[in-house]
């Protein structure tokens, strides 16, 4: 707000009936804090829900109370276990176990009775209608002569080819080589054979294409095509046996390499953390979770967790209602506040259910990101700050988790992330890698004490989320039209002088236009100057008087000749004027730009008067009444820092035109007079603008305009040779 200092006094002096006005304003207040008490109650029961939401999303088991890491010395006093526990075995030497057990299995490949006997039957159908059609035709008359003895020979050669066994090589098992041991099995038993020692069909087929011709048969070449037709696989290979009894191998692997007793020395105080402490210390902390969590009750783990959700979001809540309260006074804005603790608690919590992900892969900048689109840094770090705190509790990693995403979050506040610019947003992107490389890669030397012993496959998972920020750029819009907020990217999109309302401003008022162009370079360079929203503010002077194009020609700027003013009475022309604003906030809806624009149209003016035809009425009315509410903007006064400094440079622009001869003398007068009159005037008594901010808004406006008016610098005259 103003500092109120002296602008109270000088607006109580120069404003009449202040104290009714005080009054009435001191009711509607306590009216207003009664209606508002639901609201309010249901906005603290919303985040009691978050607390709950989250609450039941921590684990159920008891948080182990000792923090350490392989390679660092033990911070506590000395460790005795308090239990008899056995030691797990690294899990780098369960892998290997593994990967022994699985090289050395053979899998199970079962044979099939059954295909030989149907493929035996087949043979001899076809035998028979092979040795018809023989008949028909009058060939093979050997064969004719003595059937059975060729129908017994073929099929004694198939039972031997089967009973040998012929082998469907699963996919998996290709280029194992001859040497290749499988578990054939076959009814109850099973027998380990060499895939070598197993025929193929088309070995099976070359093996009758030789065996045929040393025959005692005499037409030995009528049997082949249907027996070479009759083979067929007998063995295959059983998958669902194979991995059930791989399984069961895996499960016999022993998981301990020892035990610790009740009272044994795990760890002395500030000793240094080997291999085998850190192992021992790993058991004790998984046997102490299970053992304890058996004893405890879930609830009170529940509650320890429920305590700290509340005290966490309760602070946080402190914190948006004292200096962000605008976000807590309305329900949209504090609930996409609230919904980043509530979905990146949430996607945490599922991407520890799945062992194969890693919770470095979740792209927490993005909250800082999105947040500093539609509100200031303070509270996108603290918003980032609070999300990462609940994360940490989630989350199984320890305090280099914490560390990691804390500091990408400063970073991507310090780099002013610009979602507008993609070759910067890349950049920034860059930027949070760089930063979790070197932050993981520090952390890790402390750790391991060597490169060798970098876990490489967390910078993966860092480098995904990184890239996963990316998600900023489509989830702004998306938010924004879901909040009905206004974002950096919307602005620039309604700054493009082809849209609609400004392409009509250009063409039925252009006058109006390189005024409103004018304004928006005063107001953004002036809000640059205090750190104000100086794309807001630009945006917002190009359409603040889009009314003017329905009657251009009322407006000075539009004039080329006779005053349309001069045939309508000073009321008519005073609600002409005032009509801009209230035709232009019409004209804005059916356009249904942002409501944020929409409060500039409204507060440009604020509720001063049309001064110029208020003062010819009362020339031409002395002895009348008059009701200035005739010749009175509708309102509202600027609250803003923004609507504050679009009020002054649409005035000052405007107002400076007059002088016929400017002088940086003139033009600076003239601008602190018309500042000076909106003080007095009490336009500026809920502004969020400072004492101090508006000195340096003066400043500003002083210089350009001197700059637009090319005001030349006065040289001193030259001193006469008598007086040097």
């Keep these: 707000m103003f500092e109120r200092s002296s602008l109270c006094h000088v607006q109580k002096e120069a404003i009449n009936g202040e104290l009714l006005n005080s009054c009435i304003f001191t009711r509607m207040s306590a009216w207003k804090t009664t209606i508002e008490g639901l609201p309010t109650l249901v906005k603290y029961l919303m985040v009691a829900g978050v607390v709950v939401f989250i609450s039941f999303l921590f684990p159920n088991e008891v948080k182990f109370k000792y923090e350490f890491d392989k390679g660092q010395k033990w911070r506590y006093g000395d460790l005795r276990a308090p239990f008899d526990f056995a030691i797990l075995k690294p899990d780098e030497e369960l892998q290997q176990e593994r990967q022994r ?46 059937p059975e003895a060729y129908l017994e020979f073929g099929d004694q050669l198939l039972g031997s080819l089967f009973g040998r066994g012929m082998v469907r090589v699963a996919s998996e098992h290709d280029g194992e080589g001859d040497d290749f041991v499988v578990n054939v099995v076959r009814g109850n038993t099973t027998q380990p054979r060499t ?119 309760g602070i946080f809540l402190l914190y948006v209602k004292l200096y962000a309260n605008p976000v807590f006074a309305r329900f949209n804005k504090l609930v996409f506040i609230l919904l980043w603790l509530m979905a990146f608690s949430y996607l945490v919590y599922a991407v520890e259910q799945v062992s194969l992900l890693s919770v470095y892969m979740v792209p927490f900048c993005i909250v800082p990101i999105v947040i500093r689109n539609f509100y200031d840094e303070q509270l996108a770090l603290f918003t980032h700050l609070v999300v990462v705190l609940l994360a940490s509790f989630l989350s199984t990693l ?34 949070i890698f760089l930063i979790y490389a070197l932050g993981y890669t520090g952390l890790s030397l402390i750790q391991e004490g060597s490169y060798q012993d970098i876990d490489w496959r967390v910078m993966s998972w860092l480098a995904l989320s990184a890239f996963l920020t990316l998600l900023a750029y489509p989830l702004i819009p998306l938010l924004e039209r879901f909040f009905g907020f206004t974002s950096a990217i919307t602005l620039v999109e309604l700054s493009d002088m082809n849209r609609p309302l ?178 007095t005037q009490g336009q500026f008594e809920h502004s969020k603008l400072t004492f101090e901010e508006l000195e340096a808004c003066k400043k500003v406006f002083k210089q350009l305009m ?12 030259e001193k006469s040779k008598k007086e040097s």
Aim: net charge negative.
């Design 706 to 717: 001197k700059s637009v008016h090319h005001v030349r610098i006065e040289y001193p005259e």
């Design 502 to 679: 400004l392409r009509e401003l250009a063409n039925k008022a252009p006058g109006t236009l390189q005024h409103s162009l004018q304004v928006a370079n005063l107001a953004e360079e002036a809000a640059r100057t205090v750190g104000a929203n100086h794309l807001l503010v630009k945006t917002a002077a190009l359409y603040h008087d889009i009314g003017k194009t329905l009657q251009p020609e009322y407006f000075i700027e539009n004039q080329g000749g006779k005053s349309p003013h001069q045939d309508v009475t000073d009321k008519e022309s005073a609600q002409i004027i005032i009509r801009h604003v209230t035709e232009g906030v019409k004209m804005a809806r059916k356009a249904r730009l942002p409501k944020l624009l929409i409060d500039f149209i409204r507060s440009h003016h604020g509720t001063t008067r049309v001064e110029y035809f208020y003062r010819s009425y009362l020339n031409d009315n002395p002895e009348g009444e008059v009701d200035e509410e005739d010749f009175r903007y509708p309102g509202p006064k600027p609250v803003t820092k923004e609507e504050t400094i679009l009020m002054m440079a649409d005035s000052i622009e405007a107002a400076c035109k007059s002088l016929k001869n400017p002088t940086e003398v003139n033009l600076a007068e003239l601008i602190d007079k018309i500042i000076a009159g909106k003080i």
């Design 101 to 146: 057990i699985r090289g050395q299995f053979s899998p199970y490949y079962e044979w099939l009775p059954s295909v030989g006997k149907r493929q035996r039957e087949a043979f001899a159908e076809n035998f028979r209608e092979r040795l018809e059609q023989a008949r028909q035709e009058e060939q093979f008359k050997e064969v004719l002569e003595a």
């Design 398 to 431: 320890g305090y280099e988790f914490t560390f990691l995403q804390i500091l990408a979050g400063i970073v991507v506040l310090l780099s002013d992330v610009d979602t507008r610019d993609w070759s910067r947003f890349f950049y920034s992107i860059f930027f």
């Design 195 to 313: 895939i070598g020692n197993l025929l193929t069909v088309p070995e099976a087929a070359s093996l009758l294409s030789d065996s045929l011709p040393y025959s005692r048969l005499a037409e030995p070449e009528f049997l082949y095509p249907m027996l070479e037709a009759a083979l067929a696989p007998n063995i295959f290979y059983n998958d669902t046996l194979s991995r059930r009894l791989l399984e069961e191998d895996l499960s016999q692997i022993g998981q301990y390499r020892g035990r610790v007793s009740k009272g044994d020395l795990i760890v002395t105080e500030n000793g240094y953390i080997t291999e085998e402490i850190y192992l021992k210390l790993k058991s004790f902390k998984a046997e102490y979770q299970e053992e304890v969590t058996a004893q405890q009750s879930y609830l009170g783990v529940l509650l320890g967790y429920a305590l700290l959700s509340t005290l966490i979001i």
